[in-house]
Every structure is written in C-alpha cells, then in structure tokens.
C-alpha cells in the first residue's frame, strides 16, 4: 500500500514539473511574440517619423493647451 502511494506521489510530482514546464515555455514564446510586435511598431514609427513634415507632436499639444479667450 505504501509503494503505491509513493508511486502515486511521484507520478503527480512528474506532473506538477510537467505542467511548470509547459507554463514557462508559454511565458517565454509570449515574449518572443510581443517582442516581435514592439519592433514592428518602433519600424513604422521612425518611417512615419522619417516623413513627417509638419508641426512636430510636443508642438501640436501646447498649441491645443493654450488658452486663447
């Protein structure tokens, strides 16, 4: 009866470690994908950057912030 109990533990053991590993790994491809998006945003912003020509984005906020009545 012991020995089966033991078995029992360690299968659920093996489990839990299974389980650990499977989240990890599902943590880590989650990086590579956000990752992979964040360069794609930070490369369409220096292109966007790269053509703009008008007022700059902190120019455009204090023109709207200020109050002209």
Same mark, same amino acid.
């Given at each position: 009866?012991?020995?089966?109990?033991?078995?029992?533990?360690?299968?659920?053991?093996?489990?839990?470690? =299974? #389980? !650990? &590993?499977?989240? @990890?790994?599902? =943590? #880590? !491809? &989650?990086?590579? @994908?956000?990752?992979?998006?964040?360069?794609?945003?930070?490369?369409?912003?220096?292109?966007?950057?790269?053509?703009?020509?008008?007022?700059?984005?902190?120019?455009?906020?204090?023109?709207?912030?200020?109050?002209?009545?």
């Amino acid at each position: 009866m012991p020995t089966s109990l033991a078995h029992k533990l360690s299968d659920l053991i093996y489990e839990i470690k =299974e #389980i !650990k &590993k499977q989240l @990890i790994l599902g =943590e #880590i !491809k &989650k990086a590579h @994908i956000t990752k992979r998006e964040m360069d794609k945003w930070n490369v369409l912003s220096r292109k966007i950057s790269s053509q703009w020509n008008g007022v700059s984005a902190v120019d455009e906020i204090s023109l709207q912030r200020e109050k002209t009545w």
